[in-house]
């Protein structure tokens, strides 16, 4: 089945640490996407990439550093510069051109720093 | 990009119709209205999309107002499984920048 996938579910990290979230995708899609989403809130977008090797800020990127080497992989790493990581995050695809319609999210992942 | 203002929740009875409203008063011409709706601790699901005409799929309709200041969306008959927040969303075709609000967290009652 095609989808995104996230890993881990659940993630505990010492303050201090870096850490990297996967995210991998079997679309076909040419666009992915970071969100932050934290207690009663909506969704903040972190970066976003439009094509392999390139990726842009979104509205919160401070502390939060990408790569896109392959088509199929957009791992985000939550450096010790983010000042509050403990978050839900979430990574999506699209087809590539903007199309707001088409995003599919993965099922998140929840990283909690001790 | 339009900024949009939703009720914070609302109750719907199962089986009855679920009008979620969104005000979008700033909306330019070329922006779309999105629906998008998350059920707890999941990503969110697109629900419809419409520029000016009413629009309807198997999951829901969208009513937009004449002068595109507001929206509707409807579920017509709500079960428990509808139970979710739904994001009303404005965005420039084309752009990558869709991010989501607090939207309206809808409680389905048995």
């Known amino acids: 089945d095609g989808g995104i996938t996230q890993s881990p579910k659940y993630l505990f990290r010492k303050e201090g640490q870096n850490v990297t979230l996967s995210c991998e995708q079997n679309?076909?899609?040419?666009?992915m996407y970071w969100y932050r989403q934290d207690p009663g809130q909506g969704l903040r977008l972190i970066y976003y990439?439009?094509?392999?090797?390139?990726?842009q800020k979104g509205d919160i990127a401070e502390g939060y550093s990408v790569s896109r080497e392959k088509k199929e992989s957009f791992p985000l790493t939550v450096t010790s510069a983010q000042k509050n990581p403990t978050a839900f995050y979430l990574c999506?695809?699209?087809?590539?051109?903007?199309?707001?319609?088409?995003?599919?999210f993965g099922s998140g992942t929840r990283l909690t720093v001790v | 990009d339009a900024k949009t203002t939703q009720p914070p929740s609302m109750d719907c009875a199962e089986g009855r119709a679920a009008n979620l409203p969104c005000n979008h008063s700033?909306?330019?011409?070329?922006?779309?209205v999105y629906w998008y709706r998350q059920i707890h601790s999941q990503g969110p699901q697109y629900i419809i999309h419409g520029l000016k005409n009413n629009e309807t799929n198997e999951m829901a309709s969208l009513i937009i107002t004449e002068d595109r200041k507001s929206s509707t969306l409807i579920l017509p008959h709500a079960t428990l499984r509808d139970t979710a927040v739904y994001y009303c969303i404005a965005l420039e075709a084309g752009s990558y920048q869709l991010t989501f609000g607090k939207g309206t967290k809808l409680s389905v009652i048995p």
């Open positions: 679309l076909n899609h040419d666009a």
């Open positions: 999506a695809s699209s087809i590539s051109g903007g199309l707001a319609y088409g995003y599919t």
């Open positions: 700033t909306i330019s011409g070329n922006e779309y």
């Open positions: 990439s439009q094509i392999v090797n390139d990726f």
